[in-house]
């Protein structure tokens, strides 16, 4: 289990230091996390404590110039995370930092789960409704789960907003039994 508060305090040195491009840095942040995801080996080879401080850098080095254009911010804490064998806490600082940026740019994350694949329109239509609600910037995720029947669940911040098929149909079973 990886130590949240020593991701969290990576995620906000680097917050600090990315300034007017933290949407860059976790951009960039979140492709390296899917590179180090597809390749565990990587990610175990750079947090081996058995492998020398020399050899991790070596190892980060090449990693950094894999990736053209990388933030000089991103590539500094890929180092100092490699020189204090802190490696392992780059996908909890990943997700600390995604947190932190929505944060600073007014936005919040969520989930849409329909029963089949939604079109661009009703995606951008939900959306609008769901930042009328929240007063913020919503991202969205959509999800497809046939369970449901129909209708969407949207999921956003600590909200759900239930409007599926399924639980409609579940409430009107609790209405009927309870007449």
Do not use: C, W
């Amino acid at each position: 289990m990886q130590n949240v508060s020593v991701a969290r305090r990576y995620a906000r040195a680097l917050l600090a230091a990315s300034q007017d491009s933290a949407d860059q840095v976790l951009a960039q942040l979140d492709e390296l996390v899917r590179y180090l995801h597809s390749a565990p080996d990587v990610l175990a080879a750079l947090s081996n404590p058995a492998l020398s401080r020399a050899q991790r850098m070596a190892m980060t080095e090449g990693l950094i110039k894999a990736a053209p254009g990388i933030a000089l911010t991103l590539a500094n804490t890929l180092r100092l995370l490699t020189d204090r064998n802190r490696f392992a806490s780059l996908p909890s600082l990943a997700l600390q930092f995604r947190d932190l940026v929505d944060v600073r740019m007014g936005r919040v994350r969520g989930s849409i789960t329909s029963a089949t694949v939604l079109g661009e329109a009703q995606l951008v239509a939900i959306k609008a409704q769901l930042e009328a609600l929240t007063q913020r910037t919503v991202v969205l995720e959509p999800k497809v789960d046939p369970s449901i029947l129909g209708g969407v669940v949207a999921t956003v911040g600590s909200r759900t907003y239930d409007g599926s098929l399924k639980s409609q149909l579940r409430e009107m079973g609790r209405q009927l039994l309870t007449r």
